[in-house]
Each structure stands twice: as C-alpha cells, then as structure tokens.
C-alpha cells in the first residue's frame, strides 16, 4: 500500500471518529490505530475495537429509539422486539445502544461473555460489543453497579437508542 | 429480483419507494431517525431501523449509521430517493464496496454531473447548448470573475461549482453589484458545500426551466420521457410543476429531448435522470445541469407518460434492460403537480406541528403523495414537503380545474400549508395562458426591498 492511501485513509478514520482500522486487499495488509484509544492490552485478539462509554437512559424507560408501534397491521418489525415492555425500577438505568450494528456479549466467540446478570461491574468495564462496518465498538460502563437483565442475544441486530442492559447503579 | 431494498429516505419519497416494492414484490427496510419514530414509511415498510438521532448529519446523512444497518439487518439494494445522500457519490461507492446495489447512476456519474463546470465542459465539448460561462475549472477569485463577467456582459448568474439548492447563487447586474455579491455567494458556498469554487453563467431574463427526463440502461440505451415545465418556483424551490411544458412545440420537444439523450449518452450515464435546461424566450435552450437520482416531480411524468418511474429505477439497478424504445414512449393529457409545504402561505415561514385532521381529495385522475396522517407531528428538523397533489385530465385546462377542485377538497389542519398560493397561481390569467417564466411567484410576494431573488431554479429536484 502506498503511503498516500495510508494517508487518506488516516483522514477517513479522523473524518469518521474510528479509532483503528484494519484494511486487507491483494497487496497485503494494513493495520492502523489512531493514539486517542483506551489500554489496548484487553481488546479482543480478533478485531479490532474502539471504546464507547455507554449512554444509558435514566428510569421509566420509554426508549426514544424504539418507535411506538402501535397497531401498525401489515407491518411487522421484528428486530426492535426485545425493548417491547421493558419494566425498570426507579434506582435502575437502560444502557442502549449508541449505533445501529450486531450485538456481542463476547469479544470472541469462543471467549467468556463480558457480563453475565447479577455481575458487579465498575465504571469503565466492557459491556459488550457493538459490531457496525466491521468495526468492534466496546460498550463501557459508565457507571458501576450490578447488571439486572441483559436484553439482547448474543449475535443480535441492534438499532440506535435499543436498549440493551439493565443497570443497577451501586 | 432484489431480496430486500433498503429506504435510505423519509417522507413521501419513502413511502412511494416502499409502494413500489410491495408491487414487485421486494420486502423493505425503513430507516429513522429518533425524531422519525411514528413516521408513516417507519410503520409501513416491512422491517425498520433507528439509525441515529433528529439531526440528519447523525442519521438520514450518516453513510456509516446506513451502511451498517445494511450489513446488519442483510439489505441487497438501497434506493436513495432525492435529497440526503442521493447524489452523494461517496454514499454510491460505500454501497458497491459493501456488495450491496445502489438504486441510482455509478458513484463517478453522480460526482461528474455534481461538479458543474465540469458537467458544463463536457456538454460543450460534444454539442450540448450551454449557456455562455466562466471557462475552465470555475472561479475563485473576484478579480477572475470580473473579468469573465466583461467578457460575458451583464446581468451574470454568480453559482457555487458543487451547487444546489439555491445556495450560493446571486444574480449580478453591474461590475459593483458583482463586487459585493461574489464574495457573499463564494461564503455561502463554502458554508454549504466546503467549496470555494463558483463559476458564472451568462444571466437569462424571461427563461423558462424546463427539464427532461431521462431512463438509461446499462447497455447504452437512452430514452427521454418527455419534459416538465418548473418555472413556477421560489427561491430555487420548485413550488408547481406540469407536462407538457405550454409552449413547447412537437419540434422543440423532439429536439430538446435529442440533445437531453446525448447529454445522458456522452457519460454513459445509467439509471433514471433529468437533464434540466433554461428555455428563452426566442426558443433557445440551454443546458444548466444533471440531476442524478429520481425527482420529486417524478409524478407528473408517470401521470402522462403511464411508465413507473420508480420501479424502472429498481429495475435498470437490477441490471434490465430498457423495455421501451423512443417511438413507444407515448404521452398522454396534462399532469400538474402542487407540492404542499408545511409553512405559512404569506410569511414562508415552516409549520411544523400536529396534524389534528387529514383529509386528502380523490376522484378520476386525483393522486396524492404524503406521509401525513391524522395526529401526526410534522417534525421540525426535516424538509417541509409534506405532500404533493398531483393531477392529471385530458387537457390542460381540466387539468387546471381538477387540481384548484382537489386543492379545495384538500383538508391537513393543525398546520399551515402553501394551499391558498397554489390555488392563486392556478387562477392567475397568464398561468391559464401558459405565459410565465422562473420570475412568476414575484407577482404574489409583498414588494420587499432590497432582498435579491434569483429566478432560477436548481432546488433538490
């Protein structure tokens, strides 16, 4: 690869917030990562990711994303189901997601979940996974407390603002 | 035939797109945003999407929110509609590389036809009427353009290379007036579309805007569907539109849509277009631009022309070849399209709101596009248009009737429309004698001095 595409695509990655990038086409194989990313000594050995601090959504939870689908006939939307009646507890937060993608517990598949329900977690802990573009975006903590429920299944297409977790902030 | 198209739109053009598929029989994704969640396209599409927050440039503009979505939920086609990233070339090609087809011209048709000196070289070089014009690359300094504009004479038509919509143009009628509106344009146009670049076109008094549209094949083939007459705008937005254009004759059709044909034919272009020409008033024509996606007056065409527009769209993206040779395209009556904006009828300024009560006409020849419904809120981040009446009669006379009775009928409270200005234009005797040209709606603006209008239309279709 040339340095002049090396270069564009440092601006592409700049122009679009990604933190790293890994291109592969018949010439070989580039990788590159923008300084600005969190410790990468625990990032999946598989893809590369950039951290996300989760947003999560304060009690009662009508999620802004998911649209009120109310007697809709013809249509049927499957993907958005799982935030259908979701019953938070006033001392509970909502983690959604920040970006339509696919849903990982795991940074592998053969690795161990990120969380499982009824695990403490602390701020800054990874989540879970948001997979948009190819780019493994790790879900973070943005406070610590106990994950309720997790929402979602492993492998699952995600929209924006879809809930995802339920925490319970210590 | 496509396994699931992706909607990469809102509104009426949403809604047409998802039509289109339930009658070819391709399932639909809709994409929204969180402003966007009791959309109509949202609940009437197959499968739908959040992809981001109110603001388009996070949602409806966002190329990685709507990449991943396809990739995500498994789309095989995405029809981009008009406004957003439809002529977006960098959207075109992020499509291909993620293996999914783009409803719409290759990524290098789109950028061509969006940088308009170039457009303007080209046309020139293989016979395609341009107006006089700055040369080259286009202008960015004054000094330049003072010159080009001696050469050209005045009044001259300050534009924005990456143009559209109105921004960045300014007529200027002397050397001064140049002086202290090219620097004002050059703003606007790096404001809008991060370029500095203008060019100048040689300024039109009493033109008419009338464009042709084009359905081309990946095979070369090129037809035209005949012309539709836009010159009833308003600071570059197109507010009435109707086919056949009144003045235009048999010959000057034919011709006109010849050089529309080339113009499509010279780049290889595939996919529907429209090539969008000035009319003078001594019958002189002249190329201003290419848009490269599918209308929103699309309706007008199909009303008279009897071809789906947007099905062919689906279709030639497919690969299909054109079904229809020049000598079958046969038109039929006169179509007039009123788009209805939600914004006050005198002030122009958006409405949005509730709609408490929807009523939309009907009747022999009486066709409504919108996404309206009752008690839906028209959000305030997105385009205005929230309908288009379109109609059609065997002349243009009943046409004219048919649409005022349907405008009548037409009931959206909760919210002001522009309906009253499109029941003034169809009553005023030079518009029923088919005599105006891109200055008509200065009639029915309150004498505001100072303000600089620039009867040209571009706007996003």
């Known amino acids: ?170 | 035939m496509f396994k699931k198209l992706l909607v990469a739109n809102r509104g009426t053009i949403a809604i047409r797109i998802i039509r289109a598929c339930r009658e070819l029989g391709i399932p639909t994704i809709a994409i929204y945003s969180t402003a966007d969640k009791d959309a109509l396209h949202v609940k009437m599409a197959d499968e739908s999407v959040c992809i981001g927050p109110p603001a388009a440039e996070d949602s409806y503009l966002s190329i990685p929110a709507i990449v991943s979505t396809v990739l995500t939920y498994g789309a095989d086609a995405v029809h981009p509609g008009y406004g957003f990233l439809s002529e977006n070339g960098d959207f075109a090609e992020a499509c291909r590389r993620s293996g999914v087809r783009f409803v719409g011209p290759q990524a290098r048709h789109i950028r061509l036809m969006g940088d308009k000196p170039r457009a303007r070289r080209i046309m020139i070089r293989h016979g395609v009427p341009v107006l006089p014009g700055s040369e080259g690359k286009g202008v960015t300094e004054l000094r330049d353009a003072q010159a080009s504009a001696k050469k050209l004479g005045f009044p001259v038509l300050i534009k924005a290379a990456a143009g559209g919509g109105g921004k960045g143009m300014r007529i200027a009628r002397d050397q001064q007036e140049l002086a202290r509106l090219f620097p004002l344009a050059r703003a606007e146009s790096e404001a809008a579309f991060g370029s500095r670049t203008m060019y100048l076109e040689k300024y039109l008094e009493r033109a008419r805007h009338v464009e042709f549209q084009i359905l081309a094949d990946n095979y070369r083939n090129v037809i035209h569907l005949g012309e539709r007459d836009c010159s009833i705008q308003r600071r570059h937005q197109k507010v009435l539109e109707e086919m056949p254009c009144p003045v235009l004759t048999d010959r000057m059709r034919d011709k006109m849509g010849k050089a529309a044909v080339r113009a499509a034919q010279v780049v290889g272009y595939a996919n529907v277009g429209t090539i969008e020409f000035l009319l003078a008033p001594d019958g002189q024509f002249y190329f201003i631009e290419m848009n490269t996606r599918i209308q929103v007056e699309h309706g007008v065409t199909e009303m008279v022309t009897s071809i789906d527009l947007v099905k062919e769209s689906i279709m030639l993206a497919m690969g299909e070849k054109l079904r229809l040779s020049q000598r079958q395209v046969k038109y039929s009556g006169a179509a007039i399209e009123c788009r209805i904006y939600a914004e006050d009828p005198d002030t122009h300024i958006p409405s949005p709101g509730i709609v408490s009560n929807h009523h939309s006409p009907g009747g022999l020849g009486v066709r409504v596009e919108t996404a309206l419904y009752d008690g839906y809120q028209v959000p305030v981040h997105y385009d205005p248009l929230v309908a288009k009446l379109i109609v059609h009669a065997e002349r243009r006379d009943l046409a004219i009737a048919r649409a005022k009775a349907a405008l009548r009928e037409y009931v959206i409270d909760g919210i002001k429309t522009n309906i009253p200005l499109h029941l003034k234009i169809l009553d005023d005797p030079d518009f029923q004698r088919g005599e105006y040209a891109t200055d008509f709606l200065r009639r029915f603006e309150p004498a505001a001095a100072g303000t600089v209008e620039v009867p040209r239309a571009v706007g996003n279709a």
């Open chain 1, 1 to 170: 690869m040339e340095l002049r595409d090396i270069k564009a695509l440092v601006l592409l990655m700049r122009e679009h917030g990604l933190l790293e990038l890994e291109i592969e086409d018949k010439k070989g194989k580039v990788r590159l990562v923008r300084g600005t990313a969190a410790g990468s000594d625990d990032k999946p050995s598989s893809a590369a990711a950039s951290r996300l601090i989760a947003r999560t959504e304060p009690a009662p939870a009508a999620a802004p994303g998911v649209p009120a689908k109310k007697n809709d006939g013809s249509a049927s939307k499957g993907n958005a189901g799982a935030s259908g009646g979701i019953d938070l507890k006033p001392n509970q937060k909502l983690v959604v997601s920040p970006m339509v993608g696919t849903f990982y517990r795991a940074a592998a598949a053969n690795a161990a979940p990120f969380v499982e329900e009824g695990d403490t977690v602390r701020k800054g802990q990874a989540l879970c996974i948001i997979e948009a573009m190819k780019m493994m975006n790790e879900i973070e903590a943005d406070t610590a407390g106990r994950v309720v429920r997790i929402l979602c299944d492993n492998g699952q297409p995600v929209e924006y603002n879809q809930p995802l977790i339920i925490i319970e902030p210590a």
